[in-house]
């Protein structure tokens, strides 16, 4: 196949919920600028956004970097931050960890990190606890 | 389909200066300059009339009917649009203008309290039958359908399949006036008085169905100069005139009038693009499930406030509540008869709405990877203030447009002056030390002069 890729980096702040969910938007309008099929952006586009709202109400900072091939769309994002002591745990519907803030605002039904398995196909968790959590996400586009 | 990219305006450029103005304010970056005048990209205009707004020497110019321009058939019925009812001093009834219409050339004029009342009934019945995803977007205003198939092709299937109270009322009128006069119903010709360009888009390609039932648009501004001193005549006639309509049409002049039965919590109402766009982009994101209703308009005060009404949108929908209370409170509709019509699917879209993605950076997905890192790199050069002077909207909009190869990089005045600037330090660069040679003196005295 060829080896045409398409790289883009995001920085996300933590607590900035001014800003939360722009870079998930700008995910979702560059896959729809490149003409991919909307029900794969779409997929995509939850999935970045849970992952990104995460970093936004967990970790210091974080990056989300963007990978487009031919053949995958790859999500890669990386925060410092407290980590998942169990991931098993984290990944588990309904388990969630957020502060009566963050309920608040409509997060903490435990359905991030399911939503996100659920909208891709190849999900990879590592977490550190105290250092960040590392999410690389797949979805593949044929 | 040839109607795929019909649009509702366009751009005189014999009138346009170029100010940039409505390319600033056009909410799906749909407008560009080019060679000192606006140019609209057909794939990704919604029709929302914002440009109209903007313009001060008239360069957009909407395709609506002049009341000149209608043309003859053997009978024509004006169907107002409530928003035409907030237009005039209070004293002027919706029973004066409907009666107005009538002596300014049209056979007949619809009222409009029945079908405004059987939408909100029918809008009750679909929601209590509805198992599909939510929520349900209101379809009523065109430009909002327009932006729901352009941007957020997922959400077609959430527009709500419901016909709009113009639609519903052109087609009783006809059918009233079919039965009565004996012409068949494509003798009859529906004008629909429109308080925007948009709705002539679902007129000429009504989303969710084969054809519209009404046939062509005069905009509000165009009829009022017109409409105004026969609503005179009208008042100092002493006539009685009859009152046709109830309160229930007057709300929809800025809202969609919503079922009782529906509670307010489980719904939104959201106005003015910007506001649309971010409420659509958290519904894309698979949030605000637990709503069951979304009513979206294009303007911030809903019809009162387009682009082809002329009294200021505060005053007609201040105007509209005080009509609203003077009118009759009755319920203009007979329930058993609704339920029967709603079985009948009378008040459906019958095919499902299409989608109308733009057109991509790329055909296919290697072109579009190349193409979107060629946009990166023009992009990281780019100075980022969205100046627009070079005739896109956004840097990161003409980062696109020259990778398109619709402009070149030496339209960005920044890029230009740095160029310019370091050419001139190279030039400069051998008489360092020298004082400033006469050449360079010279040249500033002429910019003077």
Not at chain 1, 65 to 84: F, K, Q, S, W, Y
Not at chain 2, 270 to 298: M, S
Request: overall charge negative; charged content about 20%; aromatic content about 6%.
């Amino acid at each position: 196949m060829t080896d045409a890729e398409f790289v883009r980096a995001y920085e996300i702040a933590g607590a900035d919920f001014t800003n939360a969910g722009r870079a998930s938007t700008g995910i979702k309008e560059t896959l729809k600028n490149m003409g991919l099929p909307s029900a794969l952006i779409r997929r995509v586009a939850i999935a970045a956004y849970e992952a990104e709202m995460n970093t936004v109400m967990y970790a210091r900072r974080g990056t989300m970097t963007l990978r487009v091939t031919p053949e995958d769309v790859t999500i890669d994002v990386r925060d410092e931050g407290p980590g998942i002591p169990d991931i098993t745990l984290a990944m588990q519907e309904g388990y969630s960890t957020a502060t009566p803030e963050m309920r608040e605002m409509g997060f903490g039904a435990g359905m991030g990190l399911p939503n996100i398995r659920r909208n891709t196909d190849e999900l990879v968790i590592t977490s550190e606890v105290n250092r960040g959590t590392a999410l690389m996400m797949t979805v593949h586009v044929s | 389909m040839a109607d795929e990219h019909y649009h509702s305006i366009r751009f005189d450029a014999s009138a346009c200066h170029g100010c940039m103005a409505c390319m600033r304010v056009c909410p799906t970056e749909a407008i560009r300059i080019r060679r000192g005048s606006a140019v609209m990209l057909e794939d990704r205009c919604i029709d929302c009339g914002e440009c109209i707004k903007v313009c001060t020497k008239n360069a957009v110019v909407p395709l609506t009917a002049s009341p000149a321009g209608l043309g003859h058939f053997d009978y024509m019925i004006a169907v107002p649009s409530p928003a035409l009812y907030t237009q005039f001093d209070l004293d002027v009834t919706p029973g004066t203008i409907l009666q107005a219409l009538r002596n300014s050339g049209f056979d007949a004029a619809a009222a409009l309290s029945w079908s405004c009342g059987a939408v909100t009934h029918a809008i009750d019945l679909f929601l209590s039958e509805y198992r599909g995803p939510g929520p349900l977007i209101s379809s009523f205003c065109p430009s909002v359908v327009r932006l729901v198939q352009i941007k957020y092709p997922e959400l077609v299937d959430q527009l709500l399949p419901v016909l709009s109270p113009r639609e519903v009322a052109a087609r009783e009128a006809k059918l009233r006036v079919s039965a009565d006069t004996g012409l068949p119903l494509d003798r009859i010709h529906a004008v629909y008085v429109t308080p925007c360009p948009a709705k002539l888009v679902s007129i000429v390609d009504h989303p969710g169905m084969d054809a519209s039932f009404i046939d062509s648009a005069v905009g509000i501004s165009d009829l009022f100069p017109l409409l105004a001193p026969v609503i005179r005549d009208v008042q100092t006639s002493g006539a009685k005139v009859p009152e046709t309509e109830t309160a229930a049409g007057l709300g929809w002049a800025f809202s969609i009038s919503l079922p009782s039965t529906l509670p307010a919590e489980d719904t939104m109402s959201v106005w003015g693009l910007p506001n649309v766009l971010r409420i659509l982009d958290d519904i894309d994101k698979g949030k605000l499930q637990r709503y069951t209703f979304i009513e979206c308009h294009a303007c911030f005060e809903g019809c009162v406030s387009g682009a082809l009404t002329v009294e200021n949108p505060y005053v007609a929908r201040a105007r509209a509540l005080r009509l609203q209370q003077s009118l009759p409170k009755r319920d203009p509709v007979d329930p058993a008869d609704l339920r029967a019509r709603h079985a009948r699917g009378e008040f459906r879209t019958t095919l499902p709405f299409a989608i109308r993605p733009p057109r991509p950076l790329g055909r296919d997905i290697v072109t579009a990877i190349t193409r979107m890192q060629e946009r990166d790199r023009v992009a990281a050069r780019l100075p980022g203030i969205d100046c627009g002077a070079c005739g896109s909207p956004t840097c990161a909009a003409f980062a696109e447009d020259v990778v398109m190869g619709e402009a070149e990089q030496a339209q960005c005045v920044v890029l230009r002056k740095e160029q310019l600037e370091e050419q001139a330090a190279r030039l400069a660069a051998p008489l360092a030390g020298t004082p400033a040679g006469p050449g360079s003196a010279r040249r500033s005295g002429d910019d003077r002069h």
